[in-house]
């Protein structure tokens, strides 16, 4: 009777325990099975049938000893865990593990939840062993991964890029220092959240914490769903094959637990989601999670409706005027209106120039001073202009007054030697000399401290006095991959929570701002969602236009954030990369000559941005104001035409555009439930009078709006 009950109970739990002794959990869309050594034997979508299990083991870990900084404690050289079935759960535990044949006395506790559309990863780590640090835990794996050949990879760095040919791309970026690494074992492409990543053909860093596995229909999502916004590597290796061949493919999540002895270090964030579906779905699994920590602030009007910027550095670093304070009432105000810009963003615009003297910042005497710069501001603004104020919001020059005094030292990152940790910065002169030699020495300020916190706040009182609409703060949208060592225990820790700490410190900055004027904006440069939760609007970093760009997946899961372009430096390729914008919903970051030149002189791009913010300024409540819906709520039958909706009260805009040449070519467009109402184009597109077809050329560019019926 008791044998009978425990079936049933199984059974009831969607729990068996099958033969070869494989441990099951499955409901009506999730399937996972783990034998009796730990090895992933399924994970599958009952959906569609398909299976990803390669047969792996589901962790390795890695420790430190006096002497010895990396142990690898693989999971094929321990005996079976023990195994345990609560609910839902799988709970696999090794009390002890081995390493060389040597017993260390650090135990593992891995949990295995089904929840109803995936699959949670738990894991606990007690480390009992005397001078000994658990730097690593990688799991979960899965080892051998079972890659359809269509299936695409997608990584959320810089809003978004999707990769085909993932194995030979993950090949190709493996070996950017070659023989760095353990190439002979396996090939690793790096990629983590948030930090800073140089691969794949774009500087970026991780968006969102998360990546995933796709084609058109079903996919995989890997989300590391940590309230702690820690630093988690993204694991895409390849290992060798029979024939010694770099194909075998192994994805999961890298933690860095840093558990000294006496401790317990305990994470519940990772999952794994097979589904059925659009990417979207990836979307919707981590807007879920987003809920329990987005508080981003419904922006000012002004910065929804937000169409472009003009980004200029009035003074260099090494001391020339690119621009004087009266250029930005003279050639830089007749530049904007002729393109349909009315916001400046300046950068240099205080006495040492640009990348100098921070934090700093004198006044311009040459210029006049503060009041002259208050003066152009308040001239420019007259006429309904915008200033976004620039402040750097991380770097200590070493030749500033604020670090001559000593303050900086005590707010500056340290190596794992306690060395301070710094970076340079140059721009190339007319000469060689300067940018081959000459560079501006700057030290990182730790956000954590609060003296530093206090000069950022600072910074945002001075541009409200100085009559600015908004305070911008350089490069406090992403995490370092160098960042500050705390020395103060037996083994040296690195802070794996900058992201965190730089999330705190703009949410201070916000609030602080928001007590004395809640339409005066703030923005940061890089794109992380842990920011971006605080920001009205982000300067990305870096291309948004690419063969690879897909920042489509961070404007559908996070629409509220007003994101940049970037890189649209002179007249080349201008209709496409503009279109783009407008495509998706961004602003122009207009930079001429990487900032050194004004929009007049690329007419190309100034007499078709002046089109483009005339239909922009038209539907100004949909295309700039409203939610960017993707291709939600609308089908278009023509792939080769790019269309995305945005939804405003009762009405939706329809952006569609062709970057392909050829004949034109015709797209049906179905918006269930609205009736159109009218259109505008670019270029030659043409709509049909019902709006129900639209035909295009390469380049060109239609806006169809439609109300509900």
Same mark, same amino acid.
């Given at each position: ?5 425990? @079936? ?11 033969? %070869? ?18 090895? &992933?034997?399924?994970?599958? *979508? &009952?959906? +569609?049938?398909? $299976? ?20 690898? #404690? ?13 609910? *839902?759960?799988? #709970? ?7 390493? %060389? ?15 109803? =559309? ?5 894991? =606990? ?23 359809? =050949? ?12 999707v990769y085909d040919n993932p194995k030979e791309l993950i090949e190709k970026h493996s070996m950017a220092k070659p ?10 492409m790096p990629a983590a959240y948030p930090t800073r990543a140089t691969t794949a053909g774009c500087s970026g860093n ?5 990546? %995933? ?58 999952? @794994?989601?097979?589904? +059925? ?42 001391? =020339?005027?690119?621009? !004087? ?34 934090? $700093? ?8 001073? $503060? ?20 402040? *750097? ?33 140059r721009f190339t002169g007319n000469g060689s000399f300067l940018g081959s030699y000459d560079a501006r020495t700057f ?5 954590? *401290?609060?003296?530093? !916190? ?47 700490? /730089? ?36 300067? @990305? ?9 897909? @920042? ?41 000559? !990487? ?14 941005? /002046?089109?483009?913010?005339? #239909? !922009? ?13 993707? +291709? ?23 952006? %569609? ?42 380049? $060109? ?9």
């Open positions: 009777m008791r044998r009978q009950f425990i @079936i049933v109970l199984a059974c009831c739990c969607g729990i068996s325990a099958a033969s %070869a002794k494989n441990y099951t959990l499955k409901n009506d869309k999730v399937q996972i099975a783990i034998d009796e050594r730990g090895r &992933l034997k399924s994970l599958k *979508n &009952l959906t +569609t049938g398909r $299976d990803y299990a390669g047969d792996g083991y589901l962790w390795r870990l890695y420790y430190e000893r006096k002497g010895f900084k990396e142990n690898e #404690i693989a999971a094929g050289m321990q005996s079976s865990p023990e195994i345990e079935q609560k609910g *839902n759960s799988l #709970i696999l535990t090794y009390p002890q593990v081995t390493h %060389a044949d040597t017993t260390v006395n650090v135990s593992l506790k891995l949990t295995v939840t089904l929840e109803p =559309e995936m699959v949670r990863f738990s894991s =606990e780590i007690t480390n009992n062993q005397p001078h000994t640090i658990v730097r690593e835990l990688h799991y979960p794996l899965i080892q051998d991964m079972r890659l359809p =050949e269509d299936y695409k990879l997608f990584l959320p760095h810089t809003g978004g890029q023989y760095a690494t353990p190439a002979q074992r396996f090939r690793q991780m968006a969102s914490n998360c990546f %995933a596995w796709w084609n058109d229909t079903e996919g995989l999502y890997l989300g590391s769903h940590d309230p702690k916004f820690q630093d988690t590597g993204h694991s895409l290796r390849l290992y060798p094959d029979g024939n010694k061949k770099f194909t075998r493919l192994e994805t999961g999540f890298q933690k860095f637990p840093h558990v000294f002895c006496g401790e317990t270090w305990v994470n519940t964030a990772n999952v @794994i989601a097979p589904y +059925t579906g659009t990417w979207h779905k990836t979307s919707d699994f981590y807007k879920e999670w987003a809920k329990s920590w987005w508080e981003h602030r419904d922006s000012p009007e002004w910065v929804k409706k937000m169409k472009s910027w003009q980004r200029i550095i009035f003074k260099s670093q090494y001391g =020339e005027y690119h621009y !004087r304070y009266a250029d930005l009432n003279g050639r830089i105000k007749k530049a904007g209106e002729d393109s349909g810009c009315d916001v400046v963003f300046p950068f240099g615009w205080w006495l040492e120039g640009m990348d100098n003297g921070n934090p $700093d910042y004198s006044p311009n005497t040459e210029e006049g001073g $503060d009041e002259a710069w208050k003066k152009a501001i308040a001239d420019y603004k007259a006429a309904g202009g915008k200033i976004l104020l620039y402040y *750097n919001g991380k770097l200590i020059d070493r030749e500033s007054d604020f670090y001559k005094k000593g303050k900086a030292k005590k707010i500056a990152y340290c190596d794992n030697t306690g060395a301070e940790l710094t970076e340079q910065y030290c990182v300020a730790d956000t954590r *401290n609060a003296e530093w !916190r206090k000069k950022l706040i600072q910074m945002a009182d001075r541009a409200r006095r100085l009559g600015a609409n908004s305070v911008f703060y350089d490069q406090l949208g992403y995490a370092e991959a160098v960042t500050n060592w705390d020395l103060s225990r037996e083994f040296p820790v690195p802070n794996h929570c900058v992201i965190a700490d /730089k999330a705190r410190t703009l949410k201070e900055i916000r609030d602080h701002n928001a007590k004395f004027d809640p339409e005066f904006a703030l923005g940061t440069e890089w794109l992380t969602d842990a920011t971006a939760n605080y920001c009205d609007y982000i300067h @990305i970093y870096q291309v948004t236009a690419g063969p690879n760009s897909f @920042i489509d997946w961070f404007r559908y899961t996070f629409p509220e954030v007003k994101v940049s372009d970037r890189e649209v430096r002179d007249d080349n390729d201008i209709p496409r990369r503009v279109n783009n914008t407008v495509l998706k919903g961004l602003v122009n970051d207009i930079e001429i000559y !990487r900032c050194r030149g004004l929009i007049d002189e690329t007419p190309v791009y100034q007499a078709y941005l /002046k089109k483009v913010n005339d #239909i !922009r300024d038209k539907y100004a409540d949909l295309l700039l104001a409203g939610t960017y819906r993707d +291709t939600q709520g609308f089908t278009s039958t023509n792939r080769e035409i790019e269309a995305r909706a945005f939804v405003n009260g009762d009405s939706m805009a329809i952006v %569609a555009t062709r970057v392909s040449a050829g004949e034109p070519e015709e797209t049906v467009i179905d918006v269930p439930g609205y009736k159109f109402r009218e259109s505008s184009v670019l270029g030659n597109a043409q709509v049909k009078s019902d709006g129900t077809r639209a035909a295009f050329g390469q380049n $060109d560019l239609a806006v169809l709006v439609f109300d509900k019926i």
